[in-house]
């Protein structure tokens, strides 16, 4: 009857970033882990 194209959702969940208090600029995991006085975690729902 009808031929219905499906796009898949993604998956729902959180994204953890992580940014620089001093510059406010993104760093990597590595980074801050090893500077955690001076990084935020941030985390959205997608």
């Known amino acids: ?4 194209n499906l ?3 993604p ?3 959180k994204t953890t970033r ?3 208090a001093k510059t406010g600029l993104y760093v990597t995991k590595k980074y801050a882990e090893k500077h955690p006085s001076i990084t935020v975690k941030e ?3 997608k």
Do not use: A, E, I, Q
Not at 1 to 4: G, K, V, W
């Open 1 to 4: 009857m009808f031929n219905l």
């Open 7 to 9: 796009v898949s959702m």
């Open 11 to 13: 998956k729902k969940g």
């Open 18 to 20: 992580y940014r620089s």
């Open 43 to 45: 985390t959205r729902n």
